[in-house]
């Protein structure tokens, strides 16, 4: 995505596009693995020496804020970040702590949410090793 449709993307979601907050934006639509915010820290810490862990942090509140970021909550102790906020399930290998996407279909969450209730918002996850750890228990 160019500078300028960037731009357009943060003013129409009511945020201001600020240097770190188009950097941050961006880094994660070039980077859809769900990286942490330490992850967005230390990637762009050598072009933007500027930038301290506190901005990126606050950076990625006003992202998820703007509903522009999904924030994955899988582990405890560090949340992940998504630029893809449209529902859909994530997969967390414990041994690599990779994080991959896999579709719901509307079918599913039609079947899953109880009768009565209407959903917003669906965060379904499944934890256990990738193709590539599987094979190395
Ligand atoms: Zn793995
Ligand atoms: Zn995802």
Known sequence: MA?????R???SHGIRPTLQRIAVYKYLLSHPVHPSADTIYRS???EFPVFSRTTIYNTLNSLVKS????PIN????????DSTTEDHGHFFCIKC????DFDITQKILDDLCPEGYQNIRVDIFITG???KCKDKQ
């Open 97 to 100: 702590n990779e994080i991959s």
């Open 44 to 46: 762009l810490s050598d």
């Open 129 to 131: 090793f990738c193709p």
């Open 3 to 7: 500078e300028n449709d960037l731009n």
């Open 9 to 11: 993307v943060l003013s």
């Open 67 to 70: 509903g522009l970021v999904r």
């Open 74 to 81: 899988i582990q405890h102790d560090e949340q992940r970040f």
